[in-house]
């Protein structure tokens, strides 16, 4: 690894699949789920595409028995940005592997630029595959309504706040609304949803999910928590403790660094982090 990585290393798992899928068994051990991501983004070539297809197929076909074959992938890493053809045969190829493993497929939600053609390509998918769920950012004005048409349909939905800077037009931008408007979604999909995944890092929501679960009867087996690998690591035992599902988010790769940098820009403990090790 070169220097520089030293300072990604603590939301990067390592540079080769087998340092992910080892992170991924230890969780496994302690009773915590994984999603691996082969870090990667904004690919606008065709070959490149392609390698980053295979990629995921190789990690679907890696991941050992008895671990969820579980992966999260970035379709402008998968030619989004050259066609939408392309991207839609990239990406029905790795879920045709994914089902041949009895994997799942999560695509993640990149900037509002791809956030229509992302969730109209899904509904393509999903009219020949059921191993795939999407992600929705509550700070999008978009997504209530989104969110509704997911339910409706009985998409597999990861709800965030959203990592990227979005324009108002586009997106709240007052921490308060985002928060209020991430429960109003969460509780929607609490609700009708098909097993919803809240990602999310922030005590308040984590905290009001258990209680809406509660006050509605909602059985813990029927939603999890999702968390990046790096963060809050001291809470992971606890919730699985008090029996509630708990996924990581394991990325690896050598392409960290538009990854690393939105960890940077969400949290100012993130860039103290980096700091310290800078002057150690
Ligand atoms: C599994 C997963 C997948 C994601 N996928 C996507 C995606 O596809 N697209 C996308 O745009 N975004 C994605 N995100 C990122 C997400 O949108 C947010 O940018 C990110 O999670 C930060 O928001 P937060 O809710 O976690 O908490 P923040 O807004 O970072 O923090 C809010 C509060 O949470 C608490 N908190 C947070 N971190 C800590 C900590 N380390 N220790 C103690 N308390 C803490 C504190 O009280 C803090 O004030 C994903 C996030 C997760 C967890």
Known sequence: MNP?????????????????????????AKGIKATFDKLGEDVLDQAAARRATEASKELLRLIPGGIERNVSIKMSSMGQEISRDLCLENVSGILDVAKEVGGFVRLDMEGSKLTRDTIETFHELRKRHDNVGIVLQAALHRTPDDVKEAVRRGDRVRLCKGAYKEPPQVALQDMGEIRRAFMACARTLLDGGSYPALGTHDETLIGETIAHAKAQGIAP???????????????????????????????????WIPYFYRRLRERRENVLFVLRNLFR
């Open 4 to 28: 520089l990585t030293i300072f990604a290393r603590r939301f990067v798992a390592g540079e080769r699949p087998q340092d992910a899928v080892r992170v991924g068994e230890r969780l496994h």
């Open 221 to 255: 087996s029927r939603f999890e928590f999702q968390m990046l690998y790096g963060l809050r690591k001291g809470r992971w035992g606890e919730l699985v403790r008090d029996g509630y599902n708990l996924r990581i988010y394991v990325p690896f790769g050598t392409h």
